[in-house]
Structure formats: structure tokens, C-alpha cells
């Protein structure tokens, strides 16, 4: 069932997140001291292609900390903001509303990306 949830979620807006999140990978990745940063964009992008059948796990610690506050004000709420329009849009038909429930899941996740874990 994952696998045609992820097939659908590509074609229902999943692209256009993974896209985003490439985007924002490769703009961190112009600096020396945004490695970091960018390479867990691109891990991202990776889960917004193929949300279905995992769940994020927070652990946060001080360093996450830091990093999710700078990441939210430079580019963390234009991702989430973005994700989060989406979903409210998926939701609008019942057909939509599991991709919309995914969208959600990745915009909480782009306002805080470290110290998250996906299983």
C-alpha cells in the first residue's frame, strides 16, 4: 500500500516538495559552513518523495537546537509554509486527505529538521 501511496504522492505535489527542498540543499551548499546543512536538505528531499510508511522521531539536542533556529529564519518557514498550503489544499476533497496528512508531516518537519530521525 506504501508503494502505491508513493507513487501518487509524486504525481499529487511530491516533486514539487522534493524540489523545494533541492533547491533549498543547494543554495546551503554555495557556502563552506552550509555543507551541513544543505547535505540534510537533500536527505529531505529524499523523504518527500516517499513519505508513506515512515514516521519522524524527534531527539533533539542543544546543537539541533541552534542549527533549527537558524535554518527556520533563513529558509525553514518558506518550506513549511509552502507544504503546509499544499495540505490544506489536498485536504479540501477526501480523496486528498492522506496526501494532505503527509504534507503536514513534512512541513513540521521543515520547521525543524535537526535532530530528527526517520524510521
Given amino acids: 500500500m506504501s508503494l502505491l501511496g508513493n507513487i ?15 533547491l533549498a540543499g543547494c ?14 536538505c537533500f536527505k529531505m528531499a529524499g523523504l518527500s518523495l516517499c513519505p508513506f510508511g515512515k514516521e519522524v522521531y ?3 539536542q542543544a546543537v539541533s537546537f541552534l542549527l533549527n533556529i537558524i535554518w527556520f529564519l533563513v529558509s525553514g ?4 509554509l509552502s507544504n503546509f498550503l499544499m495540505g490544506v489544499l ?17 512541513a513540521k518537519l521543515s520547521l525543524r529538521p535537526f535532530g530528527a530521525v526517520v524510521r
Wanted: glycine share 16%; proline share 4%.
Fill in 27 to 40: 543554495l546551503w551548499c554555495i557556502t563552506i559552513i552550509g555543507i551541513p546543512v544543505g547535505l540534510q
Fill in 8 to 22: 501518487l504522492w509524486i504525481i499529487f505535489g511530491g516533486l514539487l516538495s522534493a524540489l523545494g527542498w533541492l
Fill in 90 to 106: 489536498l485536504c479540501i476533497t477526501i480523496i486528498g486527505i492522506p496526501f494532505g496528512k503527509q504534507f503536514f508531516k513534512i
Fill in 77 to 80: 518557514w518558506a518550506l513549511a
Fill in 58 to 60: 524527534y531527539e533533539g
